[in-house]
């Protein structure tokens, strides 16, 4: 069964608004996700009638809230199919995920010398926190290429691990190009030489039906504003095994079990890595968000999007100069483009006159446009929500955008 967008859109009190007095037409859907009334109303119920600090409370309201968080623990372990609650750890969002595996992995089990293996389309943030261990620890940073496609080029892995790889860090999917990454494959491969592997599913998390244990991913890390949920809230998946062996990442709250000036032991899984208040209103309206699509059903909602992608992209091709960046068979859901010697930044602001929101630039991901010898591309991208009619309206954008700079 299909996705009733019409009536999924009344969920979505944000899409009825006007832009410039043109119906806005949302189309940054990776950046961030517009949220259902659900979600916004399960943050302010938090607020008006649950709240109270967690943990530490024998009061009702305490009690209550603490049992909020930790169902919606359970209800992300069951959303990506972990096997166990103390592997789920709320964090900021994916950024601060991957920062704490940089950390608290990467300086505990890394010397100088020793390697990490990104891909060259991974987001800033799945570079930068390994190129920040490099400068305390000497580590080498090492990149699986991606070909002209924007596929990546997995018959060089093989050479780049060696007996000093540590860890294997990449994305899901990507959020300039589109690709989906055979992460299983890779982490197959991996573990054949017993290396872990992160898998970054900032992408992948609203469109794809994630099983971690499926996947056999040793950490998985997503942001809940991505997949409708709110903003300063996102998730570690990490095996037991690692984060057992691993130190905690920040100190303080929740992640202590006795603290003397001389001592302090840590608290168990998951707590030890859950310093200081969580944001437990956050982590109960993202447990609110997954209900919400998991109710609408995972395979309906990439069914809907991969739709959406092949019409936009039909579409799109029609138009004179345009350039896909990112052209692979396997993709999710959002296109990158440039149309004929149009600046990104040109195309991005006579889109948003029109009403139509786009993303334009690098996209955290300047290696993906140094490998193309670009700056920057325009990105539609697509969510449950959006429609034909909507991509109809943005190749009409585009269509006028070029015909004022070519005429
Ligand atoms: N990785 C990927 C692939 C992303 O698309 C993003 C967000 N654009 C991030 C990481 C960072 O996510 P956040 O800013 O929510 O931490």
Redesign the pocket.
Known sequence: MGLDVNSIRKDFPILEKKIYGKQLVYLDN???TQKPSCVVEKICEGYYSCNANIHRGVHFLSQHATEAHEAARENVRAFINAPSNKEIIFT???????NLVASSFGDSQCEEGDEIIVSQM?????IVPWQLLRSRKGIVLKVIPFDENGELQLEKLDSLITNRTKLISV?????TLATINPVKEIIKKAHEHNIPVLV????SIPHLKVDVQDLDADFF??????VYGP?GI?VLYGKEKWLELIPPYQGGGEMIQKVTFEKTTFNELPFKFEAGTPDYIGSTALSTALDYVTALGMDNIAQHESELLEYAREQMAKIEGMRFIGNVSHRGGLVSFLVGDIHPYDMGSILDKLGIAVRTGH???EPVMQAFGIEGTVRASFALYNTKEEIDILVAGIERARKMFHH
Do not use: L, M, P
């Open positions: 990776a950046a961030t900021r969002g994916t950024t601060e995920a991957i991974e987001h800033h943030s799945n994305t899901h999917v990507s959020n970054d599913g900032a992408q890390v997503f942001s809940g504003h991505k903003t996102g996209h955290c991901a």
